[in-house]
């Protein structure tokens, strides 16, 4: 999950970077510079940006001209009036921030996120995930994935039969997978159903590919494993 900040008043950004902060320590923050160098086409990751009264309606603008319409992307005004939440159902965006009861209305703010993301997560443990090619959609189980193998900023998703490649990383892919899968190592995630047999130094998949287990993965698959016997 990232959090991008563009605010023309500082102090405004500092404080609501403390929040973020304080909420979500773990999440990436970053500048709207960044953010528009990025592909978005994640349907997992959500994206929150942050912006203030005097750029919202720019910000949103520029949003709509690139075809950034993700439901994963989020565009939060902070205004000192709640005049300006009209401009934002005008543009589509439905959160914003007052400075006055920032720290309240971050608070509620944050509920509403927690909850969306655990139901996201619901729907889609033992579901399936959609990739996409220039000619069409497969329908994907998570029980028919064996493994997923990093390759730079692609991905390739392994079955029994064939494999997918996809133009997203393997953390961006798999944030909402089940439990069944877990990292043996900085390129590979498997699916522990479909494991044959391990040891100390890999395991071998029920289509006899085997795949090294990196040494501070060791104790974590021996955990899943017995956690999922």
Same mark, same amino acid.
């Given at each position: 999950?990232?959090?991008?900040?563009?605010?023309?008043?500082?102090? &405004?950004?500092?404080?609501?970077?403390?929040?973020?902060?304080?909420?979500? /320590?773990?999440?990436?923050?970053?500048?709207?510079?960044?953010?528009?160098?990025?592909?978005?086409?994640?349907?997992?990751?959500?994206? =929150?940006?942050?912006? %203030?009264?005097?750029?919202?309606?720019?910000?949103?603008?520029?949003?709509?001209?690139? !075809?950034? #319409? *993700?439901?994963?992307?989020?565009? $939060?005004?902070?205004?000192? *009036?709640?005049?300006?939440?009209? %401009? @934002?159902?005008?543009? !589509?965006?439905?959160?914003? +921030? +007052?400075? #006055?009861?920032?720290?309240?209305?971050?608070?509620?703010?944050? %509920?509403?996120?927690?909850?969306?993301?655990?139901? %996201?997560?619901?729907?889609?443990?033992?579901?399936?995930?959609?990739?996409?090619?220039?000619?069409?959609?497969?329908?994907? &189980?998570?029980?028919?994935?064996?493994?997923?193998?990093? &390759? !730079? *900023? =692609?991905?390739?998703?392994?079955?029994?039969?064939?494999?997918?490649?996809?133009?997203?990383?393997?953390?961006?892919?798999?944030? #909402?997978? /089940?439990?069944?899968?877990?990292?043996?190592?900085?390129?590979? +995630?498997? #699916?522990? !159903? &479909?494991?044959? *047999?391990? @040891?100390?130094?890999?395991?071998?998949?029920?289509?006899?590919?085997?795949?090294?287990?990196?040494?501070?993965?060791?104790?974590?698959?021996?955990?899943? $494993?017995?956690?999922?016997?």
């Amino acid at each position: 999950m990232t959090f991008f900040i563009h605010f023309t008043n500082q102090l &405004h950004a500092t404080k609501v970077r403390n929040l973020v902060c304080a909420y979500y /320590p773990n999440t990436k923050l970053q500048s709207i510079e960044k953010f528009k160098l990025v592909n978005h086409d994640s349907n997992n990751e959500k994206i =929150y940006i942050f912006t %203030d009264n005097h750029n919202f309606n720019t910000i949103a603008s520029e949003l709509k001209l690139n !075809g950034i #319409n *993700s439901k994963n992307i989020f565009l $939060i005004m902070i205004s000192e *009036s709640n005049d300006y939440a009209i %401009d @934002c159902l005008r543009n !589509g965006f439905y959160e914003y +921030l +007052l400075l #006055n009861k920032l720290q309240t209305d971050f608070k509620l703010f944050s %509920d509403r996120l927690n909850a969306q993301l655990l139901l %996201d997560s619901k729907r889609n443990i033992n579901n399936y995930i959609l990739i996409k090619d220039h000619k069409s959609t497969t329908k994907l &189980h998570y029980t028919d994935i064996l493994f997923i193998e990093a &390759h !730079g *900023s =692609y991905s390739n998703v392994f079955t029994s039969t064939k494999f997918f490649t996809v133009t997203k990383t393997i953390k961006s892919l798999i944030q #909402n997978f /089940p439990e069944s899968f877990i990292r043996v190592h900085r390129s590979y +995630l498997i #699916n522990l !159903g &479909h494991v044959k *047999s391990y @040891c100390s130094e890999e395991v071998i998949m029920n289509n006899e590919t085997k795949i090294k287990i990196a040494r501070t993965k060791k104790l974590a698959l021996i955990e899943a $494993i017995q956690k999922t016997a």
